[in-house]
Each structure stands twice: as C-alpha cells, then as structure tokens.
C-alpha cells in the first residue's frame, strides 16, 4: 500500500481514517475537544470523493440514532464526540449492543464531572468499559495513544464491529485529539458495494428482496427466557473478544522491578517516566492496555506475580486500577497515580509517585 | 356447503397483501393500528416497492409492527424513528424509509427529532398516528391529550394550568420548510380509509420523486385506554377529537393549503360524552 506522510491532529486523523477506510456515513454533533472531526469531513467532502455520507445532527441523541439507522442497514456508520456529549449518546449505545449493530463510537474524553472542563481526561474509562448505558454489555474498545493509531484504529475497528456484530469504541482523550503529529496514511479502501453488505451483514435491513424473509433489526425480546439466551450469546461472544483480540504492548518489562499501567497519553507520560526512573537506577517497565475491554489480564497476572509492585497511572480519580488489582490477584502491591480534572500528570510526578506509594512505602 | 365457486381465481374480490405476514397482531379488538398498517403495506405492495422499503418502528403500541410488515424494519429507541430514518434514507436515497410513531413517542419525547428531521427536508414518510394517550403503558397523559380529558396521569381530566396545551404538531411541522406533503387522516370510516389510503399512496409517490418530508397523521381511537367500546370511542373521536384535529390536507406540493390559527389551539371546547 502506498504511503503518505501527514501533520495531523488526532480529530483529524481520526476523520482522514474514516474516508480512507470505506466508511459509509459520519452523524455528528459539535463539542470540544473534538469538532475537528467534523470539520475535516466537512471540508474535505467525501461525499463527492467516495459517497460517504456526513451529516451535522442536532444534538448527541439524534446523531447516534442515526448510526443506529445506517448500522441497522449493514453500513459503515460512526460517530465522535467528548464526555459530556457521549453521556448523552448512552441510551443509543446500549441500544446498538443489544441490537448487536456494528458501528464506531469516539470518544475524545474532557474532564468531568457535569460539564467540567474541555482539557484532557480519562474519567470516562469506568463509563466505557463497565456499563454506561443500561445491561449487560461491553464495547469492545481501543485506547490510542498517538495520532497513528488514532488513524490505524478507525481500520481496525471495523474489523472488529463486523467480526463480532458489536460496537467498537475509541477511547481518546484531549491531548491525543489536539497534538500534531506525524502520520503515515495509506490508499482509499473503497465502500462496501450493494453486493458485499447481503453478504458480509446478511441479517441488516437494507430491503427485503423476495429470495429471502424479512430482516429485523430489535434489541426486543419480551420473552425473559429468550432474553437470556440472547444474554448468554452475548457473553459468549465477549469471551471470544478476550480469547482472541486483546491488545497490549509491554515496554522493558523484561528486567523490570516496578511496572507502570497506562493507556492513551498516559502511556506516553508513563514512557518518558520509565526513561526517568532508568536514570536514577530504577528498573521500570510500562505495560500498555491498548484494549481497554478486553482487558490484558493474563499479562497483568503474569507480572504481578515476579514485579516489586504496579502502579497505573491515569487521567481520573483511580477507575483502571480497579481492572489492574483483580489482574494482579494480589499478587504484588497494586497503587494508583493520577491527576484529573483536565490536568496531566508530568513524568516527573509518575516518577516521585513510584517512589513513595511502593519504593519507600 | 363449500362453495367451489368461490375459490376460483376470477372471482376474487379481496386478498389480504403479502406484505402484511400472517403473524397474529396483539393490538386491542377495535384498534385502528391494523387498518393503517394495512393500507400502508398495500400501497407498497400496489407500487411493487417492496424490496425498497424500510420501516421504523417506534416505542409504544406499535412497538411491534415490524412483526406484521413483510418488509425489513427497524426498531428505534423512544422517539428516535426520525433519526434513524434520517441516516437510512441518506445512505439509501432510492429506497422508501417510513417511521411509523405515536403521539408520545413524536409529540413528547421525539419532538426534536421529529422538528429537525421535517426541517432538512429528509426524504422519508412520517406515519403518526395520534390516539391522544399512551396506550401501552396504561393510558397516561400524551401531548395531544384534549383539555378535559381524562387519562391515567390526568384523572380529573387534562387541565391547562398544570399540563399546558394539547400540542398540535402537524400544524407546526406543516410551517417547515423542508415538509412536502402534511395531511390528518382517520381510519374511523370505510370512506376515511380510503382517503387516507390515497394520502399514503401520495406520500410515497412524492418521495420517490424526491420531494422531501412526507408527514401523515391518523387520527385515531384507543377504546382501550379510553376506557370505551370500540364502537363508542370511534363516535367519541368523531365529536370530541375532530374538532381539535381537523381533518384534511394542510400542505400540497410545499403550500400550506389550510392556514393555522394559533389562536385556534386555546379554544376549549366542552367534551361530548358518548353512550
């Protein structure tokens, strides 16, 4: 595949992913940090390059029930917005679940709570990954933490929606959405025909022809029994997410005494950290959820079990830490680190952390 | 003794449509939704749109009208159908996406994407069909509940000053730009039917032509949450429901052709009992 090189904010990328990869619809609502991606849409109109659609909802719910509608007729509809717009979009969220639609969601996480701040934050990870709407349900969910992956991931998350029937979130946040940043950008993948929806999403609503029954698109089941089954099927599958498609990235974990947890722009404060604590004669390393559901437990488990101690580090209050102690099975002191409110952690903090809630504690 | 006369093809005289399935439907002996869901889907079979139809069913009553539909359907959160429509249609501009909705679902919690929905003109079929109370969860106060009138939530009857006005939606989405063709229809009477039958038939046509919203109201009956007959609570609309929701075309062709008073949406008339 050709490859070109391009400055980009991560909204950006996040748009130029989308036309690039055959999205077929983005439904949207402004909000800061991330109206870039809208706007780049808006101006690149793709419409005219590759039929996609963009449309400018008025408000969060209109816009995710409108990827509701298009993914309900096998199409490659997305959405993106911040906090206090995603809190709004929970009802269509859970609805998609359980409709089991695949679509993508981007959330470029401000601070909370309420209407909070627009600087940078990752306090919607507990929103994500544990619920947020109502039900039982997960979104498989991808944490970038440069502007490459804010782009790499649009590609990977259809491959995942479509596999698995189910939503696919990317969990970004302020910092990641607004820094420039060199990214490689590949060739136009062309839109789905007619012809690849019947037979990649043959159970969507796209017009019923004659040669088969009438398709229905329902997160309805009033027979409890049946809604169950419907559960169980769920589950299962999101077992299989975590059998086959977590992602994870260790960094110099292989001698290390202490390791950091961090996703998104906090594994790049993490990183940076790391290199501090080398140093000063620390022996770090950085385990990186690059899914935040499914969870790199096993991994995690692994580490407890022969590191000195862990410690996450995240833009909220402590909310991954809960994920990383079940992981860890106690098997080594597990601390948390972090800032919030829109405020990033300096390396310098994650470093002075390190050493007083597990070297001298 | 069986007639064998009558099952000779040419002496057919009625055959229900294909694009109604043979599901038994669950709604209230006397309801009106099986009559509108009828010739709505005999319009799609007449048209032999079939294949390009997409329905979207709402919350409330009708919540499982995509069992009836022999065409392929989506069910929207609450007061979403507009929404979804909106993205369906866009992303398949040569089919036929029609939302099927209440009063509650359009008029209370829709109503923003009902309004923005007409407002860009998005070429889809409006179906609202307006029994004035939310019948499936028992009979609760809709927006289009009458002064006066009782209901679950409005035991003595809606009062104004705690429940406001009775909100005449079709009149306001009538004012927007990007309406094509709004109508009120009924399905109280054979001849009823068969207007509103052509209403449908309009409808369709126009968005065809790509001609922007299509907005058709039925007004209609709940005997059930009315607490009345079926037969009693067709002439209570006929004396009571009418006179607020006047019948006929208020838009063709893009021009407002019944011009709308809102001075006319504070008179209160006194509710007819009917024996």
């Known amino acids: 595949m050709a490859k070109e090189l391009k400055l980009m904010k991560g909204n950006e990328a996040i748009a130029e992913a989308a036309i690039r990869s055959g999205c077929d619809g983005y439904f949207g609502y402004p909000i800061t940090p991330q109206s870039e991606v809208m706007e780049h849409l808006m101006a690149e109109m793709p419409w005219e390059k590759t039929g996609m659609v963009v449309l400018q909802a008025e408000s969060e719910v209109a816009s995710i029930n409108m990827v509701y509608g298009g993914a309900a007729t096998g199409k490659k509809v997305m959405t993106s917005s911040s906090s206090p717009g995603m809190s709004l979009m929970q009802e269509g969220v859970t609805y998609l679940a359980g409709a089991e639609l695949p679509c993508l969601l981007v959330n470029v996480m401000r601070g909370g709570p309420g209407l909070g701040t627009i600087q940078p934050s990752q306090a919607d990870y507990f929103q994500t990954v544990k619920g947020g709407g109502h039900g039982d349900y997960q979104l498989y969910t991808l944490a970038p933490a440069s502007v490459q992956e804010m782009y790499d991931f649009v590609f990977k998350a259809w491959d995942i929606a479509f596999k698995y029937r189910n939503p696919v979130m990317i969990l970004s946040d302020g910092a990641i959405g607004q820094v420039m940043e060199k990214v490689y950008v590949g060739d136009y993948v062309p839109r789905w025909t007619d012809e690849e929806i019947a037979k990649n999403a043959p159970w969507a609503a796209f017009g019923k022809p004659a040669s088969r029954d009438h398709n229905i698109v329902t997160s309805l089941e009033l027979d409890s029994a049946k809604q169950e089954k419907h559960n169980h099927r769920f589950q299962a599958k999101y077992r299989e997410m975590e059998k086959n498609d977590t992602l994870y990235e260790e960094i110099m974990c292989e001698d290390a005494d202490y390791v950091f947890v961090a996703y998104g722009s906090c594994a790049r404060i993490a990183h940076k950290a790391v290199q501090i604590a080398r140093d000063k004669g620390i022996k770090v390393g950085l385990l990186r959820p690059i899914t935040l559901f499914p969870f790199p437990t096993q991994p995690i488990k692994a580490l407890a079990q022969r590191v000195k101690g862990i410690l996450t580090v995240e833009m909220s209050a402590g909310q991954m830490v809960y994920d990383v102690k079940l992981a860890s099975e106690f098997k080594c002191p597990v601390e948390y680190f972090g800032r919030y409110g829109g405020i990033i952690p300096t390396p310098q903090e994650v470093v002075e952390a390190l050493e007083n809630k597990l070297i001298k504690g | ?275």
């Open chain 2, 1 to 275: 003794m069986f007639n064998e006369e009558i099952v000779k093809p040419e002496n057919l005289v009625y055959k229900k449509t294909d694009v109604l399935t043979d599901v038994i439907m669950h709604y209230c002996p006397g309801c009106p939704h099986g009559t509108i869901h009828r010739i709505i889907a005999e319009v799609i079979e007449e048209m032999g749109i079939q294949d390009k139809a997409i329905g979207i069913a709402p919350v409330g009553c009708s919540v499982l009208a995509y069992n009836y539909f022999n065409v392929d359907f989506v069910e929207a959160a609450h007061g979403r159908a507009p929404a979804l429509a909106s993205a369906i249609q866009r992303l398949h501009p040569d089919h036929h996406t029609f939302t099927y909705q209440g009063d509650g679902d359009l008029a209370a919690i829709g109503t923003a994407e009902t309004i923005h929905a007409c407002n860009r003109g998005e070429n889809i079929i409006i179906f609202f069909v307006n029994n004035a109370i939310y019948g499936m969860t028992g009979g609760q106060m809709a927006p289009t509940t009458l002064v006066g009138m009782p209901s679950a939530t409005t035991p003595y009857g809606r009062r104004v000053d705690l429940n406001g006005w009775p909100l005449q939606i079709t009149e306001l989405v009538a004012q927007l730009p990007g309406t094509y063709y709004v109508t009120r229809q009924s399905a109280s009477t054979p001849a009823d039917v068969r207007k509103a039958k052509a209403a449908v038939r309009k409808a369709f046509e126009n968005q065809a032509a790509k001609k922007g919203t299509q907005f058709i109201e039925f007004v209609s009956t709940c005997n059930s949450g009315w607490k009345m007959t079926p037969v009693q609570a067709n002439e209570w609309m006929r004396q009571n429901m009418f006179p607020k929701y006047v019948l006929g075309d208020i838009k063709l062709e893009g021009q407002i052709v019944r011009e709308y008073n809102p001075e006319d949406s504070k008179v209160i008339r006194e509710l007819k009992s009917v024996k």
